[in-house]
């Protein structure tokens, strides 16, 4: 496993940590680093560090101002993938909703998938650079 100093962390509001740590280890192959129940977990994939904060964890207390952090939003982690179509088709077939189709841009292929509270993950298939082959004089 990488060093967790030499890692990434996102931290993201859940409404049920169990059920967090078992969509990304089950879903997306994530692996538990620790788990606290009901309160916080954390979870990793490569160098990336998925913090899981249910409302009971400390990042889940109200504002001075009286707002509670919760979860959900338009930001999300990205998650490289080599084949979208049977990335999606692997996850439809498991039961995963979408949020939407695959969209294609200049720079690839994505699709959004919402994990059990509402927080975006976005897969992602760059698109193939177009390179001259190795051996292509100019």
Not at 2 to 26: L, Q
Not at 28 to 43: K, M
Not at 49 to 63: D, H
Not at 112 to 132: K, T
Request: hydrophobic share 45%; charged share 20%; proline share 9%.
């Amino acid at each position: 496993m990488t060093d967790p100093s030499e890692m990434i962390s996102v931290r993201y509001m859940v409404d049920d940590v169990e059920k967090a740590v078992a969509f990304y280890t089950t879903v997306l192959d994530f692996e538990v680093l620790t788990n606290f129940g009901s309160a916080f977990a954390d979870v990793a994939r490569g160098k990336l560090r998925l913090l899981l904060s249910g409302p009971a964890s400390s990042a889940g207390r109200p504002m001075p101002d009286g707002a509670k952090p919760g979860p959900g939003g338009w930001n999300r982690i990205h998650l490289i993938v080599d084949d979208i179509d049977a990335q999606v088709a692997r996850l439809r077939a498991a039961g995963a909703v979408f949020r939407n189709d695959i969209i294609t841009g200049p720079g690839g292929k994505q699709i959004l998938l919402p994990d059990p509270s509402g927080n975006m993950v976005e897969l992602f298939q760059p698109a193939a650079f177009n390179q001259p082959p190795a051996d292509a004089t100019s």
